[in-house]
């Protein structure tokens, strides 16, 4: 598996309401960059996506069965490649038969810009299984194993986002690490998400579950589409100048439309519902070594029925550790042209907004 992320981080955009170099002046007191290094880095991650039906009486929460990324990389500039070296599944145990089929696909870019930001984030499973099995459905006429569930669910998420105080504090800091703030710093981050969902239950749901479900709303497989404005507000705090912790919470409302297919009907609406993101890093910073570990959770609300809701879960966890080198002679040719490539982009979307 190999995993892209691009990130943009540390070159500064003309602002019209400000010069420029006023601005990476004020920004050196604050940020320390590391981007014109190469960092290579061993990490290891863990996507964490599960899908909660509440239906009246009883819940089901569905799992996945997803791999254990462990790998390779380096990062520079605006670049970070992530080559996965082994892939264990896991929840394998976790479910009777051997001959389902199960798979995934996760792809990230992470983009970030003193002011600006840009998550992207798509995944694909196929293969779940119910999590806590005993603790949420009524176990009589069940295996002693949960049974594979041949579901699958296609999901892309894109989120823009704004930082407010983009001299004292860096999102990519705490959520990448090719910036390191000198001081404990807070902003003020407005998230706009434009997401796709779809979920295909197909027919494995078994008897013993069907019978607990709401028999007015079987959910067989749709879509549904948001878009969400979340504000929120990122803490950064700096322990002994290179430990850090940081916290970005938002939260906001999301509006949706809804294609849903159910046992014997098919129902289109649009409805208003809530989303709430959340991201956090904590590590060390220095001026050759850096480790942290990363988190990101996704998590929104669609009603599909009378007492009958899906809480779409979506997160990733990441563990890095890396050290800095200098950029070889054979490579610094190639490092202005990135430099050059992203000054051109980042005047662009400075114009355009």
Known sequence: MIQLSLITSAQIMKDPRMDADTIAKKRENHIFSARDKVTIFVFANRYINGLLFTNPGKNTYYFPIAPLNIGLGF?????????????????????????????????????????????????????YFLGNYKGYVDLKGAPNQTPYFDMKTNRLTVNLLRVFNPIKYSMNATMIGGERQKKSASSLVLNTTFSYNSFNMSDSIPNYVLSQMNQNAIYKGGAFYSIGLLPGYGFTWIIKKNFYIGLIPAFGPSFQYKVMNFEGYREERFAVSYRLLAKAGMGFHAKRWTAGLTILFDSEKYHVAENTNIINNNGRITLRLGYKINVPKWGKGISKKMTKAQNRVENTVNQLL
Do not use: C, E
């Open 75 to 127: 990062s520079h500039k605006w670049l970070a490649v992530n080559i996965a070296i082994m892939s264990p599944k896991i929840g394998k145990k976790n479910y009777t038969g051997d001959g389902n089929k199960y798979n995934n696909f996760n792809f990230q870019i992470l983009a970030y810009t003193p002011r600006y930001g840009l998550d992207a984030v798509y995944s694909q499973n196929i293969g």
